[in-house]
């Protein structure tokens, strides 16, 4: 517990921000990638951990740059890997976006 909660106040130092996922593999068949929308901008990350990620929960890491990164559910205190596809980007264009890798 002890680290989780480290891990986050380091997140928050970071200027890492809260998300939640609002489109999942559930919802798109045949596609391993979410969408997370933090207080303004969107993004798309492909899970690399082998526990599914869960709607309800709440995900904070830094998922402003591309590539593999580490973001924790404070709902679950797990890490989880993600690979950042895109980041900080309208809804429309994520929206697109996500059409053209989740075909």
């Known amino acids: 517990?002890?680290?989780i909660?480290?891990?986050?106040?380091?997140?928050?130092?970071?200027?890492?921000?809260s998300a939640?996922?609002?489109?999942s593999p559930?919802?798109?068949?045949n596609c391993n990638y979410y969408i997370l929308k933090d207080n303004i901008y969107y993004s798309i990350v492909e899970w690399l951990s082998e526990d599914q990620a869960n709607k309800n929960n709440?995900?904070?890491g830094d998922y402003y740059r591309k590539g593999i990164s580490t973001i924790y559910d404070?709902?679950?205190h797990e890490e989880i890997s993600v690979w950042v596809e895109e980041y900080s980007k309208s809804k429309s264009f994520i929206?697109?976006?996500y059409k053209s890798i989740c075909k």
């Open 1 to 3: 517990m002890f680290k």
């Open 5 to 17: 909660v480290l891990m986050m106040i380091i997140a928050l130092h970071l200027h890492a921000s």
């Open 20 to 23: 939640n996922i609002i489109k």
């Open 26 to 29: 559930n919802d798109s068949k």
């Open 58 to 60: 709440t995900y904070i």
């Open 74 to 76: 404070i709902t679950s």
């Open 95 to 97: 929206e697109e976006e």
